[in-house]
């Protein structure tokens, strides 16, 4: 009921009361009885105000706590209007709960499906998001509304806690259970009234471990490389100041320039070995790929390797499936059979033995070459196929290796999905296999 409303009520009531008053004035018990019947009305519409009030009040209460059942359309009061808008504003909420519910779910897909852990703290410092990726990766127990100060990875927790002192944006590298992350503090602030209010921090942690192994391989090859170049460039620089420091014997000269003219072949080796790697490595790389028949190609290596065979007198026995098919690039793979049949030669003392076969097996095209050389021992194997690295420094320096060539073998074997598996007993041989898809 509106005031004014209310005022010309109370008035006209007041003008009742004194008018049954003036009416009776000499008849008290009729007085009376008016008076209680004029007074019961009232009473009850303010008892029943009261209780309309107490009902709107506990539908309030029941919304605030979230207790109303969504969709929930009754009538609450007597008042048909406060019922309508009451209903409306349930519908209201029940649209934005289910707004915010279907975000929610968005986000989660969205975060679960991304690899980085993901982590949103808000200005108290509690959790309100995290994903499935930042409790398996970081091996974590948190739920939401947790404190952060529950983490008990130190990393973690201090560049948190700093993030919360600084509240600015923030990248750091991080070691997280020996893996590198790149680390992100991203502020959140909401703009009200032209004011922004920090409200939280999300975090999120790039696993960068491959990045970081990729970059210390480089370095690592960068620093080998040199090594491996000191070696031939010393000789040479050597060399040629003996042969600058005065007038020698023309045996002396012919014997420092033949060294500087090994020395320079050797860095040649090395220098195109390391370009082929790299070429190999390159995203860019362009296979020329063709149907190979590996019978043949192999036949063609031995004809190319045929002099060495005879120089230390070993005896190649080949046992090869006619038209033996694969699709490659011909050249490609003839280095790698070009290199393992080398070092079958080298490591294998004169007089003795080396075997190829070729055969399909299940779904591959598969070549075998072994030897009855020095072998390797079991502990070095896995090592063998690194950038480099020689079991016998002083044995391969002899030969001409450059400690690329398994190294060329395994990578070009990978851009041609083909695998390589070795197999050795030291004094007994060495045995490589190759497995190419067929066809
Ligand atoms: P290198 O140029 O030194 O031969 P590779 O990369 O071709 O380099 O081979 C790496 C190392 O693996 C060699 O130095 C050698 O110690 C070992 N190795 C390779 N092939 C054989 C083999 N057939 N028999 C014994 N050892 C081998």
Known sequence: MKFNKLIIYGFLYVVLLVSVGYLTRNKPLLMIGLYVLITIPPLYYFYWINQEYAK??????????NQLEKSHVERFVSNRKFNANLNRLMRNIDKMRLIKEEDQLAIEILTNNIT?????????????????QFLNSFEVNLEINDIYEKLRNKTIYKFIDDAFIFETKNIETLIINE??????AIPVKNKINNHYTFI?????FHDITELKKYENLQREFLADASHELKTPISAIKGASEILLSGSHPQETIKEFLTIIKEENDRMERIVN???????????????NLEKINLSELILSVKNMLNYRLINKNQTLHLDLTENLATTGDYERLKTVF???LNNAINYTDENKAIYIKSYYQDNYAVVSIRDEGIGIEEKTLPHIFERFYRVDKARSRITGGTGLGLAIVKSTLDIHNAKIEVKSKVNEGTEFIIYFNKG
């Open 56 to 65: 709107m009040n506990d539908v309030l209460e029941k919304i605030i706590n």
């Open 116 to 132: 980085s852990p993901i982590i949103y703290i808000d200005r108290d410092g509690k959790i309100r998001y995290v994903n499935n």
């Open 200 to 204: 939280g921090i999300v975090f999120i």
């Open 273 to 287: 070995d390391i370009l082929l790697l790299s070429r190999l490595e390159s995203a860019n790389l362009t296979l």
């Open 338 to 340: 070009l290199n393992l």
């Open 179 to 184: 893996r590198y992350y790149q680390a992100n």
